[in-house]
């Protein structure tokens, strides 16, 4: 998959954010939004979503080759943000069931066989077993951050977005998370907002927000 950004600006009110930004991210790489608090780094990744438009330019997506419009492009991106809501009333094991019924789960990585990972697999993997049935509501602001993480990360799609990914999580955490870039992410399109190299550390490309004022 590929999306390109042309000539892309955003304002909120009177006040420009970034202007004219021309870029384009290809699967598979990895690219990391740069800035100062601030500088758009979070309203850029959400353009790049298809979750808002630009007040200039045009952000251009194409699925194998062939030019697809924002409002259908929902079931090649998985998304992940520290201000991004989750459905707390529900557990986590029904939280996932919900979620997975609208993004398939990535492959295994069995090597025998062909299986796509389950839901006490993806649970195991965030290590919240003992949790998995209790109301997300109740979990820490680091627990929470895994259940947002694994729903992008272990959600088949070509394309993972990223913004701030260790936001409240403790140094096991951010463990956790450089295992599930390394293993689940290689062949996709990742794009990170950040300002943290802990978050990035495997991005080979780099836009800074600070050129674009």
Not at 77 to 105: D, N, S, W
Not at 172 to 191: A, N
């Amino acid at each position: 998959m590929k999306i390109s950004l042309e000539h892309i600006s955003k304002k909120f009110q009177r006040h420009w954010i970034f202007k004219d930004i021309n870029y384009s991210f290809a699967a598979p790489g990895a690219y990391a939004i740069l800035g100062a608090n601030g500088s758009g780094k979070s309203t850029l990744l959400r353009l790049i979503a298809g979750m808002q438009s630009p007040s200039n330019g045009k952000v251009h997506f194409e699925v194998n080759g062939k030019r697809t419009e924002a409002n259908q492009i929902f079931p090649y991106i998985a998304y992940c943000a520290p201000g991004m809501e989750i459905v707390e009333e529900l557990t986590l094991r029904e939280f996932l069931e919900f979620h997975f019924t609208f993004k398939k789960p990535l492959s295994s990585h069995d090597t025998k066989k062909e299986t796509r990972l389950s839901i006490t697999d993806i649970i195991a993997l965030t290590g919240l077993q003992a949790s998995s049935d209790k109301p997300i509501a109740d979990y820490s602001s680091g627990m929470k951050q895994r259940v947002k993480l694994a729903q992008a990360i272990f959600s088949d799609t070509p394309v993972l977005l990223l913004d701030e990914p260790c936001s409240n999580l403790d140094n096991e955490g951010v463990l956790q998370y450089r295992e599930w870039i390394e293993k689940y992410t290689r062949d996709r399109l990742v794009v990170v907002a950040s300002n943290d190299v802990r978050e990035y550390f495997f991005c080979q490309e780099q836009l800074h927000m600070a050129q674009y004022k």
